[in-house]
Nanobody, 116 residues
Framework: QVQLVESGGGLAQAGGSLRLSCTASRTSFRFNIMGWYRQAPEKQRELVAR???????NYADSVKGRFTVSRDNAKNTVNLQMNSLKPEDTAIYYC??????????WGQGTQVTVSS
């Protein structure tokens, strides 16, 4: 059973920055996909950014140019650098990984609040 430990998040002012990190328990394989989703109050969970084992990235249109996803395969870590934050970025952010057998694991979530 893969365990995910998220860190970062918290409170930021509009225009500010935050960094999220997520470390997966040690594995003998690399995750096909690592990334972040978010869920704002009364909204569905949505993809924020993800990165494949090969380094290809996908971003939600709303965060392109502001957020950067990266991974460190040696540490089984995925990071999300969030710059130029907006109040609409306020949500619970969830780490997500998918292994080579398409099994998915979610983190417990970390709150990000952006004040105007």
């Amino acid at each position: 059973q893969v365990q995910l430990v998220e860190s970062g998040g918290g409170l930021a002012q509009a225009g500010g920055s935050l960094r999220l990190s997520c470390t997966a328990s040690r594995t003998s394989f690399r995750f096909n996909i690592m990334g972040w989703y978010r869920q704002a109050p009364e909204k569905q969970r949505e993809l924020v950014a993800r990165i494949t084992n090969g380094g290809s990235t996908n971003y939600a249109d709303s965060v392109k140019g502001r957020f950067t996803v990266s991974r460190d395969n040696a540490k089984n870590t995925v990071n999300l650098q969030m710059n130029s934050l907006k109040p609409e970025d306020t949500a619970i952010y969830y780490c997500y990984v998918r292994d080579p057998w398409y099994r998915e694991t979610w983190g417990q979530g970390t709150q990000v609040t952006v004040s105007s």
